[in-house]
C-alpha cells in the first residue's frame, strides 16, 4: 500500500443531504424508543448521535439509559434502511463528491474513510444510498458510538487505518474534509489537517474565523479537493 495520507470524510452536508428525511427517522426512532412524543430535539450541527440523543432526552425530561439508547439505535438503523428509497428521492449526492472520492482514490496516494457523528449503519446506508461508499473503506472510519468528542474520533481512525493498513499515519498526514466549525475545531485539536467545505449552513467566514486555512466552496472543482489534500501536509 502506497498511501502516506488518511482522508477522513465528514458525511451530511459534506458529502449527501437527507432533505429532511433525516429528521423525520430521528423523530420516530426517539418516539418509539422513548415512548413519548417528540417536543423539542437537540441542535444535531456536527454533534455526535450519542450526545444528541442524550440531550434530546433530558429536554423531554426522560431518565436516561444505555437500554433506552440501544432500543433507539436500533430502531434508527432499521429506520434507515427502510427509508432509503425516501432519502434517495427527497436527498442527493452533493456536487462533485462523488467525483471526488474516486479522483482521489485513482491517485494511490490516500486511504479514505469518514470522521463522522453518524452511527455507523446510519452512515452506511446514507453513503450507500448515493453510491458514495466505493471508495471508502468505512472499516477504519470512526463513528458516533467511539466518542462523544469529535477530536477523539481522529485517533481511533487513525489507528483502525494503521492496524489495517500496516502503515502510520500520522496526525499531520491525516486531513478531515467538513463543512462545520466542529469539524475544524476537531482537526485543531487533535492535530489533523483541515479542509472545509462551504457547502452546508456555514459560510467560508464562518470557517475561516474557526481556524480553517483552506476553506473551498464545494466539492466541484475536483483538481482542487485533490490538490488540497495532496498538499495538506505542507499547510501551517
Same mark, same amino acid.
Given at each position: 500500500?502506497?498511501?502516506?495520507?488518511?482522508?477522513?470524510?465528514?458525511?451530511?452536508?459534506?458529502?449527501?443531504?437527507?432533505?429532511?428525511?433525516? @429528521?423525520?427517522? @430521528?423523530?420516530?426512532?426517539?418516539?418509539?424508543? #422513548?415512548?413519548?412524543?417528540?417536543?423539542? /430535539?437537540?441542535?444535531?450541527?456536527?454533534?455526535?448521535?450519542?450526545?444528541? @440523543?442524550?440531550?434530546?432526552?433530558?429536554?423531554?425530561?426522560?431518565?436516561?439509559? #444505555?437500554?433506552?439508547?440501544?432500543?433507539?439505535?436500533?430502531?434508527?438503523?432499521?429506520?434507515?434502511? /427502510?427509508?432509503?428509497?425516501?432519502?434517495?428521492?427527497?436527498?442527493?449526492?452533493?456536487?462533485?463528491?462523488?467525483? /471526488?472520492?474516486?479522483?482521489?482514490? $485513482?491517485?494511490?496516494?490516500?486511504?479514505?474513510?469518514?470522521?463522522?457523528?453518524?452511527?455507523?449503519?446510519?452512515?452506511?446506508?446514507?453513503?450507500?444510498? @448515493?453510491?458514495?461508499?466505493?471508495?471508502?473503506?468505512?472499516?477504519?472510519?470512526?463513528?458516533?458510538?467511539?466518542?462523544?468528542?469529535?477530536?477523539?474520533?481522529?485517533?481511533? /481512525? $487513525?489507528?483502525?487505518?494503521?492496524?489495517?493498513?500496516?502503515?502510520?499515519?500520522?496526525?499531520?498526514?491525516?486531513?478531515?474534509?467538513?463543512?462545520?466549525?466542529?469539524?475544524?475545531?476537531?482537526?485543531?485539536?487533535?492535530?489533523?489537517?483541515?479542509?472545509?467545505?462551504?457547502?452546508?449552513?456555514?459560510?467560508?467566514?464562518?470557517?475561516?474565523?474557526?481556524?480553517?486555512?483552506?476553506?473551498?466552496?464545494?466539492?466541484?472543482?475536483?483538481?482542487?479537493?485533490? $490538490?488540497?489534500?495532496?498538499?495538506?501536509?505542507?499547510?501551517?
Amino acid at each position: 500500500m502506497g498511501a502516506q495520507t488518511l482522508v477522513l470524510w465528514d458525511v451530511d452536508h459534506t458529502l449527501m443531504e437527507t432533505g429532511g428525511v433525516g @429528521f423525520e427517522l @430521528f423523530r420516530a426512532a426517539f418516539e418509539q424508543a #422513548s415512548g413519548q412524543q417528540l417536543m423539542q /430535539a437537540a441542535d444535531v450541527t456536527g454533534r455526535t448521535e450519542p450526545a444528541i @440523543f442524550r440531550e434530546t432526552v433530558e429536554l423531554q425530561g426522560i431518565p436516561y439509559s #444505555s437500554a433506552l439508547f440501544d432500543r433507539y439505535v436500533a430502531l434508527l438503523a432499521a429506520g434507515y434502511v /427502510a427509508g432509503a428509497d425516501k432519502i434517495a428521492r427527497r436527498g442527493r449526492a452533493l456536487p462533485g463528491a462523488a467525483e /471526488a472520492i474516486a479522483a482521489l482514490a $485513482r491517485t494511490g496516494q490516500v486511504v479514505q474513510s469518514v470522521l463522522t457523528g453518524n452511527l455507523r449503519p446510519v452512515a452506511e446506508t446514507k453513503l450507500r444510498t @448515493f453510491g458514495l461508499d466505493g471508495g471508502l473503506d468505512l472499516d477504519v472510519g470512526a463513528y458516533g458510538t467511539d466518542d462523544d468528542v469529535r477530536a477523539h474520533l481522529v485517533p481511533v /481512525a $487513525r489507528r483502525r487505518a494503521a492496524e489495517k493498513y500496516q502503515t502510520d499515519f500520522p496526525a499531520r498526514a491525516t486531513v478531515l474534509i467538513g463543512d462545520t466549525p466542529s469539524d475544524v475545531q476537531a482537526a485543531l485539536d487533535s492535530g489533523a489537517q483541515i479542509i472545509a467545505v462551504a457547502s452546508g449552513k456555514s459560510t467560508p467566514d464562518e470557517l475561516h474565523r474557526a481556524g480553517a486555512t483552506v476553506v473551498l466552496p464545494g466539492l466541484h472543482d475536483i483538481q482542487g479537493v485533490i $490538490r488540497a489534500v495532496l498538499n495538506s501536509d505542507h499547510q501551517v
